[in-house]
């Protein structure tokens, strides 16, 4: 237990129920459950963990939906991992980033390799070489949230090597549709956390990764929260949050039925919890308008494993305005394990974030795997999808949120205007990009939030 929530020891257990069950809802339901209250956990999917939530492959090793690495300065994982007993398990590995110009993949890790790449001509390397090194070295943020990326860039790195790197990656996270409304601050924060996360003289960065998969983390908590006693209820979905001005109390409404608490932490997706509380009187126009005011993407997934290596790198990103989608990964040339863990079998996963209302989302599993592995045979026409072992789709809904000019105003309080309910969610989370180590670090904050206000 962190020294803060240990402080927070109650004599008066109050019935808490926290909503959602990632990262974020986790961690609270483990700080307020640790500080000795009745914690009710509910979650819609039928298994923990959220958006980093895990599946069995068929020949049985465990794996994320969502493909998820993690930084040496995301210090709350490693605490996490480490207060659950599972820290042995993080390792370290190198990374490198291919990028797919003009039909081949080329390597852009290193200042070299930014050198040798031919879809820029000299000066745009040279260009492009001192704005990334601007960027991870520069502290001062405040002023990159009131440009947008795609204007920022196409003044500081020119148009011609915008289009060629930056373009296409902001697109493929951000879609056609919001891409250009993306803040400087964004993608400052996934830049500079990339050379602070190196260590001294390091030119590869190191990315960590669970063995046995980011599952590791997630039942570490599930066996804490059960032996603290926290119910966990799975596959509930609320209907409503509302309040009773009579019993001065916030109750949730699940399959049609009340079910009261003293307080309410929610951890689902700020539209979420607006259309959850459009009927409760508490809640106030402003406070409602600003949740809707943050828009989601959704994410399509794919994981297939193969005894095909296909190249070298983990990473692999678009430099090619007619991407098929955002990435393709090798897990197993991070890991370097595809033969002891996986049987011989590399783990390949795809990635897409698509706008609402996009045909993506709504196509059918077979239309997306029949239309990737024609994007990976585009980038690696020796792709032989007979070496295909297995393969899965997976779809989530408010994946990703867009960080637009002026976002600082849109963060939604802590505190929603209802009595004994609060919000807690990655749009609270800015200058850096939503990540695993930042929910932890909001779970811990809100409960913090919450226990003052008990006491
Ligand atoms: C493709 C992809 C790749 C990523 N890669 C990385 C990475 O490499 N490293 C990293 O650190 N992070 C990564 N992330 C981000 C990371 O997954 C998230 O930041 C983190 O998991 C968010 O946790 P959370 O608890 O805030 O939200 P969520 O995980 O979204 O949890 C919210 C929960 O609320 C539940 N919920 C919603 N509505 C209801 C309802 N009505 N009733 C009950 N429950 C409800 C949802 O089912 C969900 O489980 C990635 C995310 C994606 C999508």
């Avoid at 339901?29 to 979650?43: K, N």
């Avoid at 943050?294 to 090619?320: C, E, G, N």
């Avoid at 590399?346 to 990737?372: C, M, R």
Wanted: overall charge neutral.
């Amino acid at each position: 237990m962190d020294t803060a929530t240990a402080n927070k020891q109650t004599d008066t257990p109050q019935k808490i129920a926290v909503i959602g069950a990632g990262f974020t809802g986790l961690t609270t339901a483990l700080r307020l459950a640790q500080a000795g209250h009745d914690v009710t956990l509910m979650e819609r999917a039928e298994n923990l963990g959220g958006l980093a939530s895990g599946f069995t492959l068929d020949s049985g090793q465990p794996l994320e939906r969502a493909y998820h690495f993690t930084y040496k300065t995301d210090t709350e994982n490693q605490k996490l991992a480490k207060e659950l007993g599972v820290a042995d398990k993080l390792k370290f590995h190198p990374s490198s980033i291919g990028t797919f110009y003009d039909g081949k993949v080329y390597p852009l890790m290193t200042p070299i390799d930014l050198l040798k790449f031919p879809g820029l001509t000299f000066i745009q390397k040279i260009r492009t070489g001192v704005v990334a090194l601007y960027l991870q070295r520069v502290r001062n943020w405040q002023k990159l949230t009131k440009i947008t990326a795609m204007d920022w860039l196409t003044k500081y790195n020119g148009e011609a090597a915008t289009k060629v790197i930056w373009e296409p990656l902001l697109k493929g996270k951000f879609s056609e549709e919001h891409y250009r409304d993306v803040t400087m601050a964004w993608l400052w924060g996934r830049i500079h956390v990339r050379q602070v996360s190196k260590d001294k003289g390091e030119v590869v960065e190191k990315l960590g990764y669970f063995d046995g998969s980011w599952s590791v983390l997630v039942d570490g908590y599930e066996k804490k929260l059960r032996e603290l006693g926290v119910t966990i209820k799975t596959s509930t979905t609320l209907e409503e949050i509302n309040y009773d001005a009579k019993g001065q109390k916030p109750y949730v409404v699940v399959k049609g039925k009340k079910h009261s608490f003293d307080r309410i932490v929610t951890t689902t997706p700020s539209n979420v919890l607006a259309r959850l509380t459009a009927n409760c009187s508490q809640m106030t126009k402003k406070y409602a308008d600003n949740l809707n005011s943050i828009p989601y993407l959704d994410a399509v997934l794919m994981v297939f494993t193969s005894k095909q290596k296909l190249s070298d790198y983990y990473w692999h990103q678009f430099s090619d305005k007619n991407a098929p989608f955002l990435v393709l990964l090798d897990l197993t040339n991070l890991t370097q394990d595809a033969d002891e863990t996986y049987d011989g079998n590399h783990v390949y996963y795809i990635g897409a974030y698509p706008a609402k209302g996009e045909e993506l989302f709504k196509q059918s599993d077979k239309q997306i795997t029949a239309d990737w592995y024609d994007g990976v045979r585009k980038m690696f026409p020796e792709f032989d999808e007979s070496q295909v072992q297995e393969a899965h789709v997976f779809k989530y809904i408010d994946a990703q949120h867009i960080v637009t000019i002026g976002y600082e105003e849109l963060i939604p309080d802590y505190q929603t205007p209802i009595p004994g309910v609060y919000l807690s969610n990655f749009t609270q989370i800015f200058p850096e990009d939503r990540g695993i180590n930042f929910a932890i670090r909001e779970g811990e904050k809100v409960a913090n939030i919450v226990l003052d206000d008990i006491k």
